[in-house]
Nanobody
């Protein structure tokens, strides 16, 4: 089992910044993928950014150049630095973990990000 605890959400004005953190604990495998997803009411959860334990990253087109995902493997923690936030970034943000190559996902409880115009 893997537990994920997110933090760092909140209310920010358009153009502002927030940093999300997700700490993983439990049965963490050395080779894994961690990522951030977001969801608004009535819509499917979508990928924001992901990062492998080796440091390879993947971003949604809508956040490229504004968001940066990073991780500290020693702390089993992944971060999402969000800059130049827009009202359309408003969503619940969820952290996800999976062992590399294994389709068995663990999710955090989510943290709300609200961007006011």
């Amino acid at each position: 089992q893997v537990q994920l605890v997110e933090s760092g959400g909140g209310l920010v004005q358009a153009g502002g910044s927030l940093r999300l953190s997700c700490a993983a604990s439990g049965s963490i495998f050395r080779f894994n993928v961690m990522g951030w997803y977001r969801q608004t009411p009535g819509k499917q959860r979508e990928l924001v950014a992901s990062i492998t334990s080796g440091g390879s990253t993947n971003y949604a087109e809508s956040v490229k150049g504004r968001f940066t995902i990073s991780r500290d493997n020693a702390k089993n923690t992944v971060y999402l630095q969000m800059n130049s936030l827009k009202p359309e970034d408003t969503a619940g943000y969820y952290c996800r973990y999976n062992r590399a190559g294994i389709v068995n996902y663990y999710w955090g409880q989510g943290t709300q990000v609200t961007v006011s115009s």
